[in-house]
């Protein structure tokens, strides 16, 4: 009965009171999913909760709530509540506010608001939105930096084998195989005595070129603070010469940001169209060995320029030793809004397609740099690939 009343607020009708802190919660929700001036624990002490409420545009009021909800809800519940006032209640000017920014519980989502009202934060504000989004870049760099790095580290010469490995190197399953007949029943353990394992190329071999395009029309928010944070990574490693291009219906080259994410984040300008043509053609003229080139092209595939022009350079990069690969989102919003006609088209002349979450982009981009089938990764891992 409790859960139907906070879910059905002043409608509930006799459902029961609320006790003080699902009065909170149940103000908290009305404020977000109502629609007038905003309702408290002591504005409705009878608990009725009227879901006639709102947030309205009092800085006070705001504040208020933004300390509700993170006291009486989970994170992942406060994120999506945020996400929502933004969106439905015109919020975004009071985003703006150095006060009600550090009472803000940072999120991939909010980074991209900010990243979007860049051009328009002031001067007092901008030091703040800047913490704000370095807090998240630094959420996302210790989730998931050390396991791009080992991946693109591992991405060692499979044709190469030898019996005196480094341990990072050793092949667990063939030397448990390989030493199998020393296997003591006493100790229920192998002891290994033969190490199978796989040497790495020189550093001069193994170079390897990655060429990110990210488009940052609006829809790829999300898109674009994870790839700034994994261009930077990629960055950091010599062995790989990491180029990262952002795109709407002009092209950017911001490799010479890739020291600091927070910078090339602020160095983008989400929204607008989208030429994907104009930008593949750029990535093209960035690639001097295509048979040890990665390009992966971070886009919706809305194509407001000439989609057939770009399936042909898509063509030409495949047939000239490129490894193209398509991703049609890199977040974890779930399925994303695409081109399901040009998704497949690209898929059929050799660049996959299909959207990537972030924990898996570090395997996606070793098998890549491998020179692996990547559409076979996608389906081993039961991701759908446009076709």
């Not at 879910?7 to 929700?29: H, I, K, P, V, Y």
């Not at 519940?77 to 975004?92: I, S, Y």
């Not at 927070?262 to 030429?275: E, N």
Request: charged residues 25%; glycine residues 8%; contains cysteine.
């Amino acid at each position: 009965m409790r859960r139907w009343r906070l879910l059905l607020g002043g409608a509930a009708g006799d459902l029961g009171d609320l006790g003080e802190d699902d009065r909170r919660r149940d103000s908290a929700l009305t404020g977000l999913y109502g629609g007038g001036a905003p309702v408290s624990a002591t504005d409705a002490p009878d608990g009725s909760g009227k879901r006639s409420a709102g947030l309205g545009g009092s800085s006070p009021v705001l504040h208020r709530w933004l300390g509700d909800i993170r006291t009486y809800f989970p994170t992942s519940v406060v994120q999506v509540m945020q996400k929502d006032a933004v969106d439905r209640l015109g919020l975004r000017q009071l985003l703006l506010e150095p006060e009600l920014l550090k009472s803000v519980e940072p999120d991939v989502s909010l980074v991209g608001t900010l990243i979007s009202l860049s051009g328009a934060i002031p001067a007092r504000t901008r030091e703040t939105a800047r913490a704000v989004v370095r807090k998240v870049v630094e959420d996302i760099e210790r989730r998931l930096a050390e396991r791009l790095l080992d991946a693109v580290h591992g991405a060692i010469d499979h044709a190469r084998r030898t019996n005196r490995p480094r341990l990072s190197d050793v092949d667990w399953a063939r030397t448990i195989r390989a030493n199998l007949k020393h296997y003591q029943p006493e100790q229920r353990t192998v002891v290994v005595q033969d190490l199978k394992g796989n040497t790495r190329r020189s550093r001069a071999a193994s170079l390897k070129d990655v060429i990110l395009l990210v488009d940052q029309s609006g829809s790829m928010a999300e898109s674009v603070v994870y790839s700034a944070v994994m261009g930077a990574s990629l960055a950091s490693l010599r062995a790989v010469d990491t180029k990262l291009v952002v795109f709407d219906t002009e092209v950017v080259d911001l490799t010479d940001d890739l020291k600091d994410p927070v910078d090339l984040l602020f160095a983008t300008q989400l929204g607008g169209g989208t030429d994907i043509n104009r930008a593949v053609a750029y990535g093209q003229s960035l690639v001097r060995r295509p048979t040890d080139t990665v390009m992966v092209l971070i886009s919706d595939l809305y194509e407001g320029g000439v989609a057939r022009e770009l399936q042909r350079r898509v063509r030409e990069l495949v047939q000239s030793g490129v490894t193209v690969v398509v991703l049609l989102a890199l977040s974890d919003s779930g399925t994303p809004a695409y081109d399901h006609e040009l998704a497949a088209k690209l898929s059929e002349l050799g660049a996959p397609a299909f959207a990537c979450t972030p924990d898996r982009f570090p395997d996606l981009l070793a098998t890549a740099l491998r020179k692996e089938d990547v559409t076979a990764w996608a389906e081993r891992n039961e991701i759908a690939v446009g076709r």
